[in-house]
């Protein structure tokens, strides 16, 4: 109806565009079609339709009100189709139910709104008007009044003139503003040394108490012991936890500290650093799998390069020489683990991680 | 419609008992053709808006089957590839609601992908309201409004992020462990507190719901509400055209246009969210297995509001520092809160800065174009290009993977790119917000180029220049000149107070520097009038051989 009444929404007097040159300003205007309005109202007039295709545009809108009115129908029907077995289970039937009511619901929505908006461009005949903007702030005579009324009541309630009362409301104030803080204190226990140790202390306390050499290395996962035999082969990488870490008391928190990673460097480029020559069993090396960046496990080994990268924020570690920071926002090497072998050939921790595994903290130092 | 109109009874009985007790229908009346402005950009806070009822209504849904607890146990659903695996009960129940709650893996898509949704509505609606100058006086308070909202919705959604326990999230988590841990003095007792003792412990998961579905969405809900009723109260921000002016706005009343419309904007967005949550697959949760401490995956990503976080992590120079025995990672601190902290606090200072540097101490109802106001645009644009760098570096892996580059290379490019980035997009926008402006001045001198190409007698031939219509030059002419500076004495030589001090310089140079290069565009303005027309010639000429 637009171009019978002049509605907002078609310009007027569209020039004949000459191929080759830029679109004729007429045509676009620089910020919004729908401003190009006809002349303002203050009372806000109607536009006339003509009969004949608003007609038209009313069966239009009826048809999508129908498809929304059919598509939440397929909804209810998918929904009682899908369940038909006692629930639907299993990924095929749930892929199959995502689908089925997704675009139902999609339809029934979009058609919905297509209805609308159609109603709105095509049918509705309220015209633009005009609204003044009012002042925001208010006249000086009520801000006036009301700082007579503010300063009356002060000085009605007395508290201007009574100090004592002043004071002590505000001290009376004060502690019981921090109350409240008090009553967060039991959401955790304090740090104390936890972030200190690993689990590795505890399980080579244990093992040294029944007059073993060390800690057993397990495998993650398989919770298997391994042997020296089983981890011949230069450049290979697992994942290994202390023994007895399952039964701990908090296994979870426990793992996100001791898990560590056991590393077959070959020995001919293996550099073990000063004071740690006896760490290693022939280039075999254990190091902390916690990043020493913000915590990710630094999971990822490269057997070319002997680098190990933490797929988080790249921070890489040379196996080699002591795990130490060659690229990445880390700022220390992860931390090593010294580890030799037992007498019936597997892998042992002699003691726990020599310093705090994991991000730095304050109290590290 | 005078006083005879009457009502129909179904209307009539409410309304007159409500107004009976509240005296409710001169609200109505005032209210009932309210003037809402059109514009498509007015339409991004919308979008925001309904992604957050979305929220509320699939996030409630989800709620009812939903164990937010991180009790162990083993799973035997119907999802057979995870059977006998140990997990916890938050993740066993996400598994539930995805495989046994019929329409539950929809729910849950349409909640993710309306969170994404809302997220980025919201920036976009920032940009809108910041590139549009709508954030100018009287409308600072819903501008930090807006800006809570924003900071609060990053937070609802790393925390929604986190519920379901899986792989993904958990990797999630464990950096946001990372990031708390490393603040100083009291960083390990706040990640304790968090956590309920070491990390993960036991107790993350039920808290982080009682904030996410409780707290966190009850003062969004206060604000958006705040929000709303401030732009109803102040009136909307209209564009700079036709009959739209500082004392009057122009548009369709909100009874029945804005109403109708509105409402064909939620199903709108609730629609085209469904249809992503049917056909775009969104976090699912049993490809990536239950959360384990020590696994990850290469190519981990946040979801995409996060990632500018993740960027500044990984492109920070591994610094580390030691006082008086106590450890600062520096690599941590700086990118956990200085991008963040400068965009966020830089906005919400930004209309009281330029409102000290311009001196302009008016209120603003009709919106800038960006064109207009280049200074402001251009710091927009460089925010942009800082926020935008950051975010691409926090996928650095993948572009590395993918246009096989090396990873390093990338680090190191993003390293210097985040601060050459920004204060290249500063001078390209300011330079093209100036173009505009000659360009506007120059249609305002001389019109448009009509396309109508004439031979003079003398065999040149010249295009014909057109005014611009009517509409075009209310547009153009919505540009204020620049204001002279700011008076630095008056006439008898005494400083003017404004200008005294280190302040009163740093403020005229400010001033300049915002100012200094603006193009007056004015009707008839044509004082290089034959320098203009004769480069058209040339220009035309030269195209047609």
Known sequence: MTETNGGPEEPQNTPKRVIGTPPPAETHTLLSEQDQAPAPATEGGLYELEERSAKRAERVVATFFLLTFVASIAFIAAYVFVGRDGGMHGIYRAREANYLLGAAMTVSFLALAIGVTIWVRRLMTAAPILQERHELESPQADRDQFAADFLEGAEASGITKRPLLRRTLLLAAAPLGLAPLVLLRDLGPLPEKKLRHTYWQEAVAAAQSKGKKGARLLVADTNRPLSTADFDSPGAMITVVPEGIESSPDAMSELAKASTILINVPVDLFKPLQGRENWHVGGVVAYSKICTHVGCPAALYEQTTHHILCPCHQSTFDATDGAKVIFGPAARSLPQLPITVDEEGYFVATSDYHEPVGPSFWERG | ?545
Not at chain 2, 201 to 220: E, M, Q, S, T, W
Not at chain 2, 449 to 460: N, R
Not at chain 2, 514 to 531: A, K, L, N, Q
Request: aromatic share 12%; with cysteine.
């Open chain 2, 1 to 545: 419609m005078s006083t005879a109109a009457e009502l129909p009874k179904a209307v009539e009985g409410p309304v007159k008992f409500i107004d009976d007790r509240l005296g409710s229908t001169t609200f109505f009346k005032r209210n009932i053709k309210k003037v809402f402005p059109d514009h498509w950009s007015f339409m991004l806070g919308e979008i925001a808006l309904y992604s957050f009822i979305i929220l509320l209504l699939t996030g409630t849904f989800l709620t009812l089957w939903f164990k937010p607890s991180m009790t162990e146990v083993i799973y035997h659903g119907s999802y057979h590839k995870l059977d006998g695996v140990k997990m916890s009960q938050a993740y066993e129940s996400t598994l539930n609601i995805t495989f046994d709650v019929r329409g539950g893996l929809l729910m849950r898509q349409i909640h993710h992908w309306a969170a994404i949704l809302f997220v980025a509505a919201l920036m976009a609606h920032m940009l809108r309201v910041f590139f549009t100058g709508a954030y100018r006086k009287p409308r600072e308070l819903n501008w930090l409004i807006g800006l809570g909202l924003f900071t609060l919705a990053l937070v609802e959604g790393l925390f929604g992020y986190s519920l379901p326990d899986d792989a993904l999230s958990g990797a999630g988590l464990r950096i946001t462990a990372g990031v708390i841990e490393s603040i100083p003095l009291v960083g390990s007792y706040l990640m304790f507190f968090l956590f309920g003792g070491q990390y993960p412990g036991d107790a993350v998961i039920a808290r982080f719901y009682a904030l996410h579905i409780l707290l966190i969405p009850g003062i969004i809900l206060a604000l958006v509400t705040a929000h709303m009723m401030i732009m109803w109260h102040q009136k909307h921000t209209s564009m700079p055209v036709r009959n739209q002016t500082n004392k009057a706005v122009y548009g369709y009343p909100f009874y029945p246009v804005f109403m109708a419309k509105t409402g064909a904007y939620f199903l709108f967005t609730f629609g085209v969210v469904a249809l992503l949550a049917t056909f775009a697959q969104i976090n699912p949760i049993w490809l990536f297995g239950p959360y384990d401490p020590s696994g990850i995956s290469a190519g981990s990503q946040p979801d995409f509001y996060m990632g500018f976080l993740e960027g500044s992590l990984r492109i920070m120079p591994n610094w580390e520092t030691d006082l008086w025995g106590h450890t600062i990672p520096l690599n941590v601190l700086i990118p956990a809160l200085v991008p963040l902290g400068l965009v966020m606090t830089g906005a919400a200072l930004f209309p009281w800065v330029e409102r000290w540097v311009t001196g302009d101490q008016r209120q603003h109802h009709v919106n800038d174009r960006p064109r207009n106001a280049p200074t402001r645009t251009a710091i927009g644009m460089a925010a942009v290009a800082f926020y935008g760098t950051l975010w691409l570096a926090g996928a650095n892996d993948i572009i590395a993977d993918r246009f096989d580059i090396s990873l390093y290379a990338t680090t190191w490019f993003f390293r210097f790119g985040i601060f050459l980035i920004p204060i290249i997009a500063f001078i390209i926008t300011k330079r093209v917000c100036l173009g505009l402006q000659r360009s506007d001045s120059a249609t305002m001198a001389h019109g448009y180029e009509s396309g109508t190409i004439v031979m003079t007698p003398e065999g040149e031939f010249i295009e014909i220049h057109k005014p611009a219509p009517e509409d075009q030059k209310i547009v153009m002419t919505s540009k204020e000149e620049a204001k002279p500076a700011l008076a630095a004495a008056d006439d008898n030589g005494v400083p003017a107070p404004t200008s005294r001090g280190p302040l009163g310089h740093l403020r005229a140079k400010l001033h300049k520097f915002w100012t200094f290069d603006s193009i007056p565009v004015e009707e008839g303005h044509g004082h290089d009038h034959e320098i203009e027309s004769g480069e058209s010639h040339k220009e035309l000429t030269g195209k047609g051989h």
